[in-house]
C-alpha cells in the first residue's frame, strides 16, 4: 500500500508532480525495505554490512532509511557486498495520454470613457499615491 492510497481516496487526481514525487518515495521505500528484509534472512547486520562496504553504520542506516540518497553505483555496491548482482528492470510501456479540459472564458468587455456613467465604481488598478488615498471597490 502507497502514501497515496493510505491518505487519499482512490478517484483523487494528482499533478505530474505529485505522481512523480509519489513514485520516487515510493521506489526509495521498497528498495530500501526489500534490503532490509534481505539483510534480516541472510542474518547480516548493518554494522556488517558497513564493515563490508569500508564505510561508517551510520552511512548504512542513513542509506537503508532513505534519509541520505541511494546512487544506483551505491545499490549496486550493497548487492555485491550482499552476494548478488543488482538487477532493474524498467517495463517499457506506453503511457496513456491525460486529458486535458480547457473550458472557454469570455473576454471581458471594455467601456469606453462615459459609456457607463454612473453605473460602475472608480477603480484604481495602478500602485501610486492616489491609490494608496483611495477607496477600491
Given at each position: 500500500?502507497?502514501?497515496?492510497?493510505?491518505?487519499?481516496?482512490?478517484?483523487?487526481?494528482?499533478?505530474?508532480?505529485?505522481?512523480?514525487?509519489?513514485?520516487?518515495?515510493?521506489?526509495?521505500?521498497?528498495?530500501?525495505?526489500?534490503?532490509?528484509?534481505?539483510?534480516?534472512?541472510?542474518?547480516?547486520?548493518?554494522?556488517?554490512?558497513?564493515?563490508?562496504?569500508?564505510?561508517?553504520?551510520?552511512?548504512?542506516?542513513?542509506?537503508?532509511?532513505?534519509?541520505?540518497?541511494?546512487?544506483?553505483?551505491?545499490?549496486?555496491?550493497?548487492?555485491?557486498?550482499?552476494?548478488?548482482?543488482?538487477?532493474?528492470?524498467?517495463?517499457?510501456?506506453?503511457?496513456?495520454?491525460?486529458?486535458?479540459?480547457?473550458?472557454?472564458?469570455?473576454?471581458?468587455?471594455?467601456?469606453?470613457?462615459?459609456?457607463?456613467?454612473?453605473?460602475?465604481?472608480?477603480?484604481?488598478l495602478a500602485h501610486d499615491e492616489t491609490w494608496l488615498?483611495?477607496?477600491?471597490?
Amino acid at each position: 500500500m502507497s502514501a497515496k492510497d493510505m491518505f487519499y481516496q482512490k478517484d483523487t487526481c494528482f499533478s505530474n508532480a505529485e505522481n512523480r514525487a509519489y513514485a520516487r518515495e515510493e521506489l526509495v521505500f521498497n528498495v530500501t525495505e526489500d534490503l532490509l528484509v534481505f539483510l534480516e534472512e541472510i542474518n547480516v547486520s548493518k554494522a556488517e554490512l558497513a564493515r563490508r562496504l569500508g564505510k561508517s553504520k551510520s552511512y548504512i542506516t542513513q542509506i537503508l532509511s532513505g534519509s541520505r540518497n541511494m546512487t544506483l553505483g551505491s545499490f549496486s555496491d550493497i548487492c555485491f557486498a550482499l552476494g548478488f548482482k543488482p538487477e532493474i528492470k524498467i517495463p517499457v510501456r506506453t503511457v496513456e495520454p491525460v486529458e486535458t479540459i480547457w473550458i472557454p472564458v469570455q473576454r471581458p468587455v471594455v467601456a469606453k470613457a462615459g459609456e457607463l456613467k454612473g453605473t460602475t465604481k472608480q477603480i484604481y488598478l495602478a500602485h501610486d499615491e492616489t491609490w494608496l488615498n483611495s477607496k477600491v471597490a
